[in-house]
């Protein structure tokens, strides 16, 4: 009896574990789904991904302050963690950007509302801010791509800015910022019955990522070593604008998705009155169905499925 009871015993602790094994697995699922917008980050000279680790590594040494243009706020980072897990080449798979956004207090602009008099704050401490709002950035340097959440408490266009200011500042001249447009409204453009304005601020792409003519007009744009190139074109609905395949129209709307954004003018069917479209209202919208293991990795293995 007594053999048998511990036999029991020991089988029922191995399906214990078991199941503890069982649930450790399913805790590193998360089956919560997530948004995100996506950025291009590109660099003009020097396209690797040691030289985006490495801007990285100057920006969160240096920390520059950036002012946003609208709202009174400013930027500026929280931490950067690389991660441990090393590509081909030696490079982090990913890196982690905590970013700021807040409200410079002057001392001297204090006022009290009851008294109705001006205050002023003596010996404050200039290291405080107020009204606090935080996101995470999470960048893959092999494909120079930055993920944040569409939901997230700093507005898209203030993070691209910040972007922008930060990363040129730690090496003047040398980086564009964009967000990746929804190819679907791209789609809209290039398949519309007529296309009547198209205006175009786009930066070159990077090699190896365009062929035919669109490949030869931007290997030109890398050429002439302007950092953006602005390109307007005006046709009618009577003589609208070439789009043929492999044609102008078609480049700078295709090199746009990820190298700028364009505006148009379209009549998306013959009988139908003429629409604006302005690429720069469509950010693409990356669906993530579940966390797997932590957000990091989930975001590093779900961009590199997706961009090479």
Known sequence: MLILYLYRCSQNKSLYLQKIDNLNIMDRVL??????????????????????????????????LVGFPRGGKSGSLKYVTFSNLLDENGNPNWIQIGLLSYTIIDPEAFYNKRIREDVTMDDWNEDIVAN????????????H?????????????NIVFYLSE?????????FDVDVIIERDILERILNAHA???????ISYSNPGHTRGFEAAFDRKLREMGARRIEFTATGSKEHPLN????????????????NGYVQATIQSTENAKLEKIDSSEHPRKLVVPQIVNDVCSTIYNTIRSIIH
């Open 145 to 157: 791509t930055l993920a944040v959440k569409c939901n997230s408490d700093i507005s898209l266009k």
């Open 31 to 64: 089956n919560r789904q997530t948004t995100w917008y996506l950025i291009n980050i590109k660099a003009r000279r020097e396209q690797t991904a040691e030289h985006y680790v490495q801007v990285f590594r100057s920006l969160y040494e240096q920390d520059p």
């Open 166 to 174: 930060a990363l040129n500042r730690v090496e003047p001249d040398t």
């Open 243 to 258: 789009s043929e395949d492999d044609g102008m129209l078609q480049s700078l709307v295709n090199l746009s998705e990820e």
């Open 195 to 201: 296309v009547t304005h198209l205006y175009a601020n």
């Open 132 to 143: 606090k709002k935080e996101t995470d950035l999470y960048f893959i340097p092999s494909v």
